[in-house]
């Protein structure tokens, strides 16, 4: 068994028709060799959305929560609503197809097709996940950084996307690139106005006392699908939990912070800018063997 797999849609989405109405939901696809037509909008304008899921012990987790940011990311770009039967069988098909693994992870992108065809792209990638284990105990130094928007952005603004998951992630590795020109691991966002929103590639959870705090998602970030994963495991373990608004400020004096994201899973953040953050060794283990041990 392989340990990259690709499987291409037959029928991505509702509205488009079945290449051949007999077919499998899936075909799999050589990895090396090129498949994306150079004029897929994609390609051309990062013009698509994507959903990445954790896969421990062959079970890709937290489906459900992400076929409906997957589905709600593609109603804010105006494309086909995906068919998410079909991508549902295409996250099993592919997981299964590949080398088992104790982590994995599973990426899903919907793409508007190529310019002028109405036929949307669709694919399932799913690879070994990279080592992470000195991220997830050591912990990790991130840097704030201005996102450029006021918090309110979702709501007054909502043509510049804040919230949707898409393809257009020049942004975000261009923080990452500033974070390691700071001597830093990641980045977390804040809005213009003062705001703590989220990471490039994952979500903000801070603890104070007996209790879980993150930002709320209609400050035009993504609806976390680890962090509802991890305030469950806190809502079990008798902890408290908060979405809101806060400062930066709110961080800074936290008793601990994490990102948290689906591949990397939990990582405790032992820096902020130059302020050394105390790291919550005990509560960043379990949390993160409840997330590997997860099998839904």
């Not at 997981?95 to 109405?118: D, S």
């Not at 979702?154 to 974070?179: F, Q």
């Not at 032992?270 to 050394?276: A, G, N, S």
Request: aromatic residues 6%; contains cysteine; charged residues 20%.
């Amino acid at each position: 068994m392989p340990e990259r797999v690709l499987a291409i849609l037959n029928r991505p989405s509702l509205d488009a028709p079945a290449h051949d109405p007999d077919a499998v939901p899936v075909h799999f696809a050589d990895v090396a060799q090129p498949h994306l037509s150079v004029m897929d909008l994609a390609a051309t304008r990062g013009d698509g959305v994507f959903e990445t899921l954790s896969v421990c012990g062959g079970v890709p987790l937290a489906r459900e929560h992400h076929l409906a940011r997957f589905a709600r990311s593609a109603a804010m770009l105006d494309l086909p609503a995906p068919d998410l039967d079909a991508w549902r069988a295409a996250i099993f098909a592919t997981v299964a197809e590949l080398e088992p693994a104790a982590e994995a992870f599973v990426k899903i992108v919907l793409t508007r097709g190529v310019e002028g065809t109405n036929l949307p792209t669709g694919w399932a990638y799913a690879e070994h996940s990279p080592e992470f284990s000195d991220a997830r105990t050591r912990g990790i130094r991130v840097v704030l950084l201005d996102r450029g928007y006021r918090h309110d952005v979702a709501r007054t603004s909502p043509w510049l996307l804040a919230g949707a998951k898409t393809l257009s992630y020049a942004v975000n590795k261009a923080v990452l690139r500033e974070a390691a020109r700071r001597g830093a691991d990641d980045v977390i966002f804040v809005s213009s106005d003062g705001i703590l929103l989220e990471g490039p590639t994952s979500t903000l959870v801070y603890r104070r006392g007996n209790t879980l705090l993150t930002p709320a998602p209609d400050l035009g970030i993504l609806d976390g699908t680890t962090q509802a994963s991890i305030f469950r495991f806190a809502a079990a373990r008798g902890m408290q939990t908060k979405v809101g608004v806060a400062g930066s400020d709110a961080l800074r004096t936290a008793d601990a912070a994490w990102l948290l994201s689906s591949v990397r899973l939990v990582a405790p953040i032992r820096q902020i800018d130059d302020t050394p953050l105390r790291v919550d060794a005990d509560l960043s283990a379990a949390m993160n063997e409840y997330l590997l041990a997860l099998r839904e």
